[in-house]
C-alpha cells in the first residue's frame, strides 16, 4: 500500500514567528547574516560562506554575469543559468569573474580602416562618444588609437573620411597599465584631465576603459564577496546531461561554485554527475545536488557527495509542476523535514550540509521563517527577476512598469535537461508559465531592504546569526482566520496598492 503522510504539506504562509527575548545588544547593526555555502566538518570553516543567505536562481530570466556582479556586490552569489550553449556559459561566468569595479569593458570598438559615416552610425546605436580603434575592431584587439566627438565634424568632413586620418593615434594616447588599480587609474584622469583613459596590457592590446564619470559609483561595500584574487565570486549552474563537457568550461572560466540544476534531483543521474566531479577533481570542485523534498532525498544527496542540497519542488512562482505531474510538497513542510535530516546527518557524521530553500518566496518575511527552519541560504527567481540588473526587458504594461520573467521549464525557455529523467531528450509538455511581474528598481536597494527586515525580525526573536535563529526561533502554525488577521482588515485602505512587499 502507498505511503500517506499523517499531516498536510504546509507553505511559508501558514507560519508565524513568535518573539524571543531582544537584549539590548541585539540591533540591526549586530545581526549577522553570514552562512555556510558548502559542507564543512564539525570545529572548521565552510570552504565558502555568503556574506547575505541570498542566491538568484539559475534561469534566464535571471542569473547571467550582470546579476553576477550586483548579487556578488551585496555579498550574495548568482547561479548562472545553463539552458544556454557551454561557450556562452562559459563566457558569462569569465565576464562576471574578470570584471573589476570601475573597469569597463569597451562596447564601442572599430577598425582603423572603417569611415567617419561608422563612427556616427555606432555612437547613434551606443549612445556612447568614446570610441575604441582597435586592428580588428574588437574590444580586446591591438588598439591603434581612440576616437571622441572632438576628433570629427560631421558639418566639415567627408562621411567617408578613413578613422586612421582622423583618430588619435596609440603614441598620442595616454593610456594605463594593465594591473593597474582603480584609484591608479583615477589618478591618471585626474592629472591629465581625462575623461576616459584606457588600459593597455604589454602587448598594446585593450583591457578596459575607466571613465571619469564613473568615479564616484564604485566605492566598495563592506558586504561584497570576493575570492582571494579579488575577484567576485561566482557560482553557474550544469545539468547531468553534458556535464562531462561544462563542468571543465566553467571551472576552467572560474565558477567558484556550481549547482546541478534539475526540477527532481532524487535520482541516479545526479548521484552519477557527483561521482564523476569527485573523481576529476576531488574536493576541489564544490557543487551543489537538488531539488528534493523530502529526507530521503536528503540522504541520497548527501551520501553520493553534494557540497549543498537543494529543496523545493512546485513551489516557484512561475512554475506549474504541482499542475502538470502531480508531484511536489508545500515548502515550508519539505525544508522542516530536510533540516531535520541535516541535523541528524550532522550529528552523526560531524559533516554539516547546508540546505538552499528554493523558490516560493513572496514576502520578506518568508526569508526569515525559511532560515529559522534550518535553511542556510535561499534561492529566488522571481524576486530578482523584478530588479534592474536581471537580463530580461522592462515594459509598459497597462501603465506600469513590468519587467520579463519566464520558467525554465517554459516552452520560451526551452530547457528540456531541467525536466530530464533519461530516455527522449526533449521537452515533452510545459511545467513553467511566462509572465511579467512588477518593476521594483535597484538590486541594491531592495536587497538592502529585504536583509534590514530580517535583520530586525531576528532582533525580535532575539537572534543575532542565522545559527541562533535556526537553532532559537520559536514558529506557529496559524490557522485560516488568523491569516486575515495578519493583513490590514476591518478597514478602508486609502490606498490599494499598500499591503506588502511582494
Ligand atoms: P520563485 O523564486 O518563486 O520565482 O522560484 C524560482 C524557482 O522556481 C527556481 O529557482 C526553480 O527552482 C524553479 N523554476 C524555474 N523554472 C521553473 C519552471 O519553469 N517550472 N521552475
Known amino acids: 500500500m502507498a505511503q500517506f503522510y499523517k499531516e498536510p504539506s504546509r507553505t511559508f504562509n501558514e507560519y508565524l514567528l513568535v518573539p524571543g527575548l531582544t537584549t539590548k545588544e541585539m ?15 564539525k570545529g572548521e570553516e565552510p570552504p565558502l560562506s555568503a556574506n547575505i543567505p541570498l542566491v538568484s536562481a539559475v534561469m534566464q530570466a535571471v542569473s547571467d554575469d550582470n546579476m553576477a556582479v550586483a548579487l556578488a556586490k551585496e555579498g550574495g552569489i548568482s547561479f548562472i543559468y545553463n539552458s544556454q550553449p557551454v561557450e556562452e556559459e562559459a563566457a558569462m561566468v569569465k565576464r562576471a569573474k574578470t570584471y573589476k569595479s570601475g573597469f569597463v569593458r569597451s562596447d564601442s570598438n572599430l577598425r582603423p580602416d572603417q569611415t567617419m559615416q561608422d563612427v556616427v552610425d555606432l555612437k547613434k546605436r551606443s549612445g556612447h562618444s568614446t570610441i575604441a580603434i582597435t586592428e580588428d575592431g574588437t574590444a580586446e584587439g591591438k588598439m591603434v588609437g581612440m576616437v571622441t566627438s572632438r576628433d570629427y565634424r560631421v558639418s566639415r568632413m567627408d562621411p567617408s573620411t578613413p578613422i586612421s586620418e582622423f583618430m588619435t593615434p596609440f603614441d598620442k594616447l595616454i593610456t594605463a597599465p594593465d594591473g593597474c588599480t582603480l584609484s591608479e587609474a583615477n589618478d591618471i584622469l585626474w592629472d591629465n584631465k581625462l575623461n576616459a583613459v584606457p588600459v593597455v596590457d604589454d602587448n598594446q592590446r585593450l583591457t578596459y ?14 558586504n561584497e564577496l570576493l575570492d582571494a584574487h579579488k575577484s567576485y565570486i561566482v ?18 572560466a572560474g565558477a567558484d561554485v556550481l549547482c546541478i540544476d534539475s526540477s527532481e534531483g ?11 566531479v569527485r573523481k576529476k577533481y576531488g574536493d576541489e570542485v564544490k557543487i551543489g545536488a537538488g531539488n528534493v523534498v523530502d529526507k530521503e532525498g536528503f540522504y541520497y544527496l548527501a551520501e553520493a557527495g553534494a557540497d549543498f542540497v537543494k529543496i523545493g519542488i512546485g513551489g516557484g512562482s512561475i512554475c506549474i509542476t504541482r499542475e502538470q505531474k502531480g508531484i511536489g510538497r508545500g515548502q515550508a513542510t519539505a525544508v522542516i523535514e530536510v533540516a531535520a535530516a541535516r541535523d541528524e546527518y550532522f550529528q552523526r557524521t560531524g559533516v554539516y550540509i547546508p540546505l538552499c530553500s528554493d523558490g ?37 504594461v497597462n501603465g506600469s512598469y513590468v519587467k520579463e520573467y519566464w520558467g525554465e521549464g517554459s516552452n520560451r525557455a526551452r530547457n528540456w535537461q531541467r525536466y530530464d529523467l533519461g530516455g527522449d531528450p526533449r521537452m515533452k509538455f510545459e511545467e513553467g508559465v511566462d509572465s511579467y511581474v512588477p518593476y521594483a528598481g535597484s538590486l541594491h536597494d531592495n536587497v538592502n531592504l529585504s536583509m534590514t527586515k530580517v535583520k530586525s525580525t531576528m532582533c525580535n526573536v532575539g537572534a543575532t546569526s542565522i545559527r541562533d535563529l535556526q537553532e532559537n526561533a520559536k514558529i506557529t502554525l496559524v490557522s485560516a482566520t488568523s491569516i486575515v488577521e495578519g493583513g490590514a482588515h476591518d478597514v478602508i485602505l486609502r490606498d490599494t496598492s499598500q499591503g506588502g512587499n511582494r
Not at 576603459?209 to 563592506?222: P, T
Not at 532524487?266 to 564523476?276: G, H, K, P, R, T
Not at 535561499?378 to 522592462?394: C, I, N, Q, V, W
Open 209 to 222: 576603459f575607466v571613465f571619469r564619470k564613473d568615479y564616484d559609483a564604485h566605492k566598495a561595500n563592506k
Open 266 to 276: 532524487y535520482s541516479e543521474w545526479q548521484s552519477e554527475c557527483l561521482a564523476w
Open 27 to 41: 540591533t540591526v547593526e549586530n545581526v549577522s547574516l553570514k552562512t555556510p555555502i558548502v559542507k564543512f566538518r
Open 360 to 396: 516560493g518566496i513572496v514576502y520578506d518575511y518568508h526569508m526569515t521563517l525559511a532560515l529559522a527552519m534550518g535553511a542556510d541560504f535561499l534561492m529566488m527567481g522571481r524576486y530578482f527577476a523584478r530588479f534592474d540588473e536581471s537580463p530580461t526587458s522592462k515594459l509598459n
Open 235 to 252: 557560482g553557474a549552474g550544469v545539468n547531468t546531461r553534458d556535464y562531462e563537457e561544462r563542468i571543465p568550461a566553467v571551472v576552467d
